[in-house]
T-cell receptor
Framework: EAQVTQNPRYLITVTGKKLTVTCSQN?????MSWYRQDPGLGLRQIYY???????DKGDVPEGYKVSRKEKRNFPLILESPSPNQTSLYFC?????????????FGPGTRLTVL | KNQVEQSPQSLIILEGKNCTLQ??????????LRWYKQDTGRGPVSLTI?????NTKSNGRYTATLDADTKQSSLHITASQLSDSASYIC??????????????FGKGTKLSVKP
């Protein structure tokens, strides 16, 4: 089954403790991205990657890092999480950066930073 | 500035009734418009994608319309079911290539269908 998977689905952590949220897709997609979703603000892009070893900042990149060493994986790293990073996070992928390609979203990771 | 505005912000309807959600955009140059359904706490799922040349597109009980001249789209839900309770997100794609800037998200309309 074609899908985007994320782990963990739920995470409660404390300020300053480094964490990684994994994202993997099995559709051989070139383009992957991370979003956060907060009440009243909608989905906002954090980082995106157009292919292996190619990443760039989205709208709200501060406090986050990403890497794209393999085509299928695109982990999101919070080096020193803070409470304002408490949010619902989605990974997404599409075939390539073209404008008509359908985008598939993962199931989400609910992160709470105390 | 490229923007996507959705209305209403929230909507409550009775099971079996029809409803229409609105999306206005100022994205230019326009490439396509998508409607997503997002169940609470889950990832958005695509309902329809329309280019500027498509006026209407259906997916079961969901029918999306697009007026590229007035930069408006609507999503009509027929004979609503309890499972239609979700947020519906309008996303407009700009025609310039690549990068993160070409998908502009609306904030969504939260639909609640009551028995």
């Amino acid at each position: 089954e074609a899908q985007v998977t994320q782990n963990p689905r739920y995470l409660i952590t404390v300020t300053g403790k480094k964490l990684t949220v994994t994202c993997s897709q099995n559709m051989n997609h070139e383009y992957m991205s991370w979003y956060r979703q907060d009440p009243g603000l909608g989905l906002r892009q954090i980082y995106y990657s157009m292919n292996v070893e190619v990443t760039d900042k989205g709208d709200v990149p501060e406090g986050y890092k990403v890497s794209r060493k393999e085509k299928r994986n695109f982990p999101l790293i919070l080096e020193s999480p803070s409470p304002n990073q408490t949010s619902l996070y989605f990974c997404a992928s599409r075939e390539r950066e073209g404008t008509y390609n359908e985008q598939f979203f993962g199931p989400g990771t609910r992160l709470t930073v105390l | 500035k490229n923007q996507v505005e959705q209305s209403p912000q929230s909507l409550i309807i009775l099971e079996g009734k029809n409803c229409t959600l609105q999306c206005n955009y100022t994205v230019s140059p326009f490439s396509n418009l998508r409607w997503y359904k997002q169940d609470t706490g889950r990832g958005p799922v695509s309902l329809t994608i329309m280019t500027f040349s498509e006026n209407t597109k259906s997916n079961g009980r969901y029918t999306a319309t697009l007026d590229a001249d007035t930069k408006q789209s609507s999503l009509h839900i027929t004979a609503s079911q309890l499972s239609d309770s979700a947020s519906y997100i309008c996303v407009v794609s700009a025609a310039y290539g690549g990068s993160q800037g070409n998908l502009i998200f609306g904030k969504g309309t939260k639909l609640s269908v009551k028995p």
